[in-house]
């Protein structure tokens, strides 16, 4: 046998062990997944529906706080954000979710804002392409673009295209409105947005549309069906 020929037959072989593995991951059943971003509006609504679903055997959270729950197939790690390396054989998995997200006022200034929603989220999908995950599902937000005049839209965009260009051949990005729901934490501004977007939500036809309120609960659905029957590729969501 040639040195060609031998080449031919590993390069045919890893394919093939490839091939398999990504059609194993495909189906619906035994899936395992990781969420970072567990405590927040749309992360806490996630996580009860991946232990509530049957498809999901594994469930692990990257979280910087306790997370109580008597499930056996949830696993808790407690982390460092800024130390992700560390924990990178947590990406072998099929799903990688990431609902992690901040204000400027939580943040306390620019620099910590970008720190936590586009340094840590594109760290995500590199550790989850590296890690060998089947997708990645991120939440961003309604007017996200890499040269928007808005500080934080412009942030969201730039994530966007980096998460794109890093993560797994398959991800998946929603853009939400302002979220509707209870928070644990209190953000005055948004409470008073909360009670008057209903109103204005029906006014919001056709191209608007992008921009009504939405239940957490809603968005958290929309990232498990997509993670389940979302399809190939590299897709942006709007979601209302």
């Known amino acids: 046998m040639t040195a060609d020929s031998s080449q031919q037959l590993v390069y045919a072989a890893r394919s093939l062990a490839l091939n398999t593995r990504t059609m194993s991951n495909s189906s619906t059943q035994n899936r395992t997944a990781l969420l970072a971003g567990a405590t927040g509006a749309v992360g806490r609504h996630l996580l009860a529906k991946l232990l509530a679903d049957d498809r999901y055997t594994e469930v692990h959270v990257l979280s910087r706080r306790p997370i109580a729950a008597a499930e056996s197939k949830l696993h808790v790690h407690e982390i460092d954000f800024e130390r992700l390396d560390k924990y990178a054989a947590l990406f072998d998995v099929d799903d990688v979710f990431c609902c ?54 412009r942030v969201k965009g730039e994530t966007e295209q980096e998460v794109m260009a890093a993560g797994p051949h398959i991800v998946h990005i929603l853009r939400p409105s302002l979220l509707l729901g209870e928070r644990k934490e209190h953000r005055p501004g948004e409470e008073i947005s909360k009670q008057i977007m209903p109103l204005f939500n029906p006014l919001l036809g056709g191209p608007l549309k992008k921009y009504r309120g939405i239940q957490a609960e809603a968005v958290a659905q929309k990232l498990l069906d997509l993670a389940l029957h979302g399809g190939s590729g590299q897709q942006v969501h709007h979601c209302f």
């Open 100 to 153: 992690l997200g901040t204000t400027m006022k939580q943040a306390g200034s620019r620099e910590a804002f970008r720190r936590v929603d586009h340094d840590y989220v594109v760290r995500l999908a590199q550790l989850a392409n590296e890690g060998g995950a089947q997708r990645f599902l991120m939440i961003s937000a309604v007017g996200a673009h890499p040269k928007s005049m808005f500080f934080y839209s």
